[in-house]
Nanobody
Framework: VQLVESGGGLVQPGGSLRLSCQVF????????MGWYRQAPGKEREFLAA???????DYGDSVKGRITISRDDAKKVGYLQMNDLKPEDTAVYSC?????????WGQGTQVTVSP
């Protein structure tokens, strides 16, 4: 099983991006999926998660500006980010609890700059 993120890139302040997290491999069920980011010199930061109970959880620093979603039939998760700020510049990674294991993607770079 492998998670591959895409959708990162360079965006101007105030812009939007939608990141994708594609699951590759044979699986039975995605129990939860989440997103984190890590900026240079900073600790990894929780952004959002879709939990097994069906509820979503968001980090305080991005609440109101991001939306997490998932299409289990396509085995893909999304992170919609709006009103991006320079401080959102980081490597964004997805994580998923699939069957009996937890998997991380390699990350995709998001750079917010004029």
């Amino acid at each position: 099983v492998q998670l591959v993120e895409s959708g990162g890139g360079l965006v101007q302040p105030g812009g939007s991006l939608r990141l994708s997290c594609q699951v590759f491999g044979s699986i039975r069920r995605i129990y939860s999926m989440g997103w984190y980011r890590q900026a240079p010199g900073k600790e990894r930061e929780f952004l959002a998660a879709m939990l097994p109970a069906g509820n979503n959880d968001y980090g305080d620093s991005v609440k109101g500006r991001i939306t997490i979603s998932r299409d289990d039939a396509k085995k893909v998760g999304y992170l919609q980010m709006n009103d991006l700020k320079p401080e959102d510049t980081a490597v964004y990674s997805c994580v998923a609890d699939i069957d009996n294991d937890r998997y991380w993607g390699q990350g995709t770079q998001v750079t917010v700059s004029p």
